[in-house]
Nanobody, 122 residues
C-alpha cells in the first residue's frame, strides 16, 4: 500500500512560481498513475494534471497548459507539480493522487494525499 504526503504550498503573488511535491511510501510507486487535483472554496475537486507510470505521457487541463508541469521521479517515489505564472484563479487546496492502471480516479482504491494550500494574491 502506498501513502502520499504532499508539500510545497504557500501564499504567493500573481506571476510567482511554486513547486508542489508528493512523496510516496511503499515499494510499488512506479506501478501507479499519478495526478494532481485541486479544490477551490465552493467548487468541486478537479483534475489538474496526470502522468503515466513511466513519466512519458502527461495530461493537463487547458487552464494550466503552458504554466504547470507534472513530472515524477520513480527512484525518489515523488511526483511534482511545477506551477509558473500563478493566477488568483489557481487558489485552491491541491491534492496528489495515485491509481492503478485500468481503474478510475473515482474508484475506492485510489490513494489521496492530505492536500496542500496554494493561495495566489493579486
Amino acid at each position: 500500500q502506498v501513502q502520499l504526503v504532499a508539500s510545497g504550498g504557500g501564499l504567493v503573488q500573481a506571476g510567482d512560481s511554486l513547486r508542489l511535491s508528493c512523496v510516496a511510501s511503499g515499494r510499488t510507486f512506479s506501478n501507479y498513475i499519478l495526478g494532481w487535483f485541486r479544490q477551490a472554496p465552493g467548487k468541486e475537486r478537479e483534475s489538474v494534471a496526470t502522468i503515466n507510470r513511466s513519466g512519458g505521457s502527461t495530461y493537463s487541463i487547458d487552464s494550466v497548459k503552458g504554466r504547470f508541469t507534472i513530472s515524477r521521479d520513480n527512484a525518489k517515489s515523488t511526483v511534482y507539480l511545477q506551477m509558473n505564472s500563478l493566477e488568483p484563479g489557481d487558489t485552491a487546496v491541491y491534492y496528489c493522487a495515485a491509481r492503478s492502471f485500468g481503474t478510475s480516479w473515482s474508484a475506492t482504491g485510489t490513494l489521496w494525499g492530505q492536500g496542500t494550500q496554494v493561495t495566489v494574491s493579486s
